[in-house]
């Protein structure tokens, strides 16, 4: 079946530094979703993309749908000891039927030294 | 608006025995995910419903799990008999219709099950 490959799987980096993480896939995918999760917590959606190329930000954090649509990455600037967590890349296909579903990365997490 | 509500929390059972987790999604949302969540790695859908119709569950070993969403609203997702490596994180997930391009899928908080 699918997969992504997301990477790095960890990293520590000090308050204020800069983070990228990015994810890929062997097939093209439509949408693009990065997911943060908290301990304890459900997945929560930070940014969605939908076009080939997009470059979309939400705050500190940026991502791009890659051009060939197998992969998209995220950045997060002056990280901050919030930003602790696992992310999520999540890739769809399509939507309506088992197109639509998502396929999740295997996270990237992040710890911040304070 | 209140989000995807799931208990109980945290579950534990030994081997063989049965379990419930149950789901209730944010109001007017058709569609309703079951996730498996191993540790380490992300969700991994088990089924899918749009009202009370399975869309998918081509994923869900259908000769120990079970789910129902009879009314379209809550749903319940059973194992029955659980093992070992069932030990996981079972997340629900709604959104507002699959068959919509912009349908992103709001998760609750999850049920850690744990089985000895």
């Known amino acids: 079946g699918q997969q992504l490959n997301q990477s790095p799987q960890s990293m520590f980096i000090q308050e204020g530094e800069d983070v990228s993480m990015n994810c890929t896939s062997s097939?093209?995918?439509?949408?693009w979703l990065w997911y943060k999760q908290d301990p304890g917590e459900g997945p929560v959606l930070l940014i969605a993309?939908?076009?080939?190329?997009e470059l979309t930000s939400n705050g500190r954090l940026t991502a791009q749908f890659g051009i060939t649509r197998k992969d998209s990455f995220l950045n997060i600037s002056a990280s901050i000891p919030s930003d602790v967590g696992i992310y999520f890349c999540?890739?769809?296909?399509?939507?309506?039927?088992?197109?639509?579903?998502?396929?999740f990365g295997k996270g990237t997490k992040l710890s911040v030294k304070p | 608006e209140a989000g995807v509500a799931q208990s109980p929390r945290y579950k534990i059972i030994e081997k063989r025995q049965s379990v419930a987790f149950w789901c209730n999604p944010i109001?007017?949302?058709?569609?309703l995910y079951w996730y498996q969540q191993i540790l380490g790695q992300g969700p991994k859908l088990l089924i899918q419903?749009?009202?009370?119709?399975?869309?998918?569950d081509s994923q869900l070993p259908k000769d120990r799990f079970s789910a129902e969403r009879l009314k379209g609203v809550d749903s319940t997702l059973k194992i029955q008999p659980a093992k070992l490596e069932d030990s996981a994180v079972y997340l629900c997930?709604?959104?507002?219709?699959?068959?919509?391009?912009?349908?992103?899928?709001?998760f609750g908080p999850g049920t850690r099950l744990t089985v000895l």
């Open positions: 997930a709604s959104s507002l219709d699959r068959r919509d391009m912009y349908n992103e899928q709001f």
């Open positions: 097939s093209i995918f439509n949408t």
């Open positions: 993309l939908y076009k080939a190329g």
């Open positions: 999540a890739g769809r296909l399509n939507y309506g039927g088992s197109q639509g579903n998502l396929i």
């Open positions: 109001s007017g949302h058709a569609t």
């Open positions: 419903f749009q009202n009370n119709g399975v869309v998918d």
